[in-house]
């Protein structure tokens, strides 16, 4: 079993930043974020494998560039810095894990079994 609790959403405008943190209680393998919009399906935004050799982290062509994923192994912590952001950014961000390197896509929803109950970002123009 795993909880994660996402932290650091808010209102910004164009061009700020935001620094979101997900503390995870577990031995994820992988650790995604991904958004959503009401109305629209949720969307990778970027994955971490929190063993340094499994790769680096993943991202989505939409944040890729503005969007730094990190992790603190000793801390079970994943963050994802995000900076330049645009109103499209405006979503409910989640954290989710996955404790199995499964052969799935990292945006593949159905491999997270264990998911934070989100929070908000909101970029303004």
């Known amino acids: 079993q795993e909880w994660l609790e996402e932290s650091g959403g808010g209102s910004v405008q164009t061009g700020g930043s935001l620094r979101l943190s997900c503390q995870h209680s577990?031995?994820?393998?992988?650790v995604a974020w991904f958004r959503q919009v009401p109305g629209k399906e949720r969307e990778g935004v970027a994955a971490?494998?929190?063993?340094?050799?499994?790769?680096?982290?993943l991202y989505a062509d939409s944040v890729y560039g503005r969007f730094v994923a990190s992790r603190d192994n000793s801390k079970k912590m994943v963050s994802l810095q995000m900076d330049r952001l645009k109103p499209e950014d405006t979503a409910m961000y989640y954290c989710?894990?996955?404790?199995?390197?499964?052969?799935?896509?990292?945006?593949?929803?159905?491999?997270?079994?264990?998911w934070g109950q989100g929070t908000q970002v909101t970029v303004s123009s």
């Open positions: 971490v494998y929190t063993d340094v050799g499994s790769g680096r982290p």
């Open positions: 577990g031995d994820a393998w992988i």
């Open positions: 989710a894990a996955d404790h199995s390197s499964s052969g799935r896509s990292w945006k593949d929803q159905q491999r997270y079994h264990f």
